[in-house]
């Protein structure tokens, strides 16, 4: 595990924010379960090793659920991802919530091992969805990760004790 440090997002992070979002993921804007978010406008945690941003992950609150709404770990196996997880995890208790939660594709089989081997567990299909969240944001590719469709959005949870 490399040393990092996290903190929490700034104002004045929108603009890396942006940046990093459309290099990850196609535009500034992610989009699911029918919901456009602008990740920049989010709370969330930076990772940083020195100057060097290696990981961000940004969130939103309704209720008692907190939902990460971005996961990135640019230092692949440095413990980035799941220092990011612990640390939302931590805020999400701090403010009243019980479940913690997310969304991914059926492609992304990177991201389902990553999160059920730290306890979230699948808690819903949505099939096809992806076909909504493309009228939102033409930029989804037809085909991810391993030559797979993207076609599916899968819900990951854990519930998080006070």
């Known amino acids: 595990m490399g040393k990092f440090t996290l903190r929490p997002l700034e104002n004045s992070d929108s603009d890396w924010?942006?940046?990093?979002?459309?290099e990850s993921w196609g535009a500034e804007t992610?989009?699911?379960?029918?919901?456009?978010?602008?990740p920049a406008q989010l709370p969330g945690f930076a990772a940083l090793d020195g100057e060097e941003i290696i990981g961000l992950l940004?969130?939103?609150?309704?209720?008692?659920?907190?939902?990460?709404v971005t996961?990135?770990?640019?230092?692949?196996?440095s413990g980035v991802g799941t220092a990011l997880i612990e640390t939302v995890k931590e805020a999400a208790v701090r403010e009243g919530c019980l479940r913690l939660w997310l969304?991914?594709?059926?492609?992304?089989?990177?991201a389902l091992r990553f999160y059920q081997r730290r306890g979230f567990v699948i808690s819903a299909i949505h099939i096809n969805a992806v076909?909504?969240?493309?009228?939102?944001?033409?930029?989804?590719p037809l085909?991810?990760?391993?030559?797979?469709?993207i076609r599916d959005e899968i819900e990951l949870e854990i519930w998080i004790k006070k």
């Open 17 to 22: 924010v942006t940046q990093r979002m459309i």
């Open 30 to 38: 992610v989009v699911a379960h029918a919901t456009i978010y602008h």
């Open 58 to 68: 940004t969130y939103t609150i309704a209720a008692t659920d907190c939902e990460i």
């Open 71 to 77: 996961l990135n770990a640019w230092r692949a196996g």
């Open 103 to 110: 969304i991914t594709t059926n492609d992304n089989l990177h």
């Open 131 to 140: 076909e909504k969240s493309r009228l939102l944001k033409p930029e989804i």
């Open 143 to 149: 085909t991810g990760e391993n030559g797979i469709p």
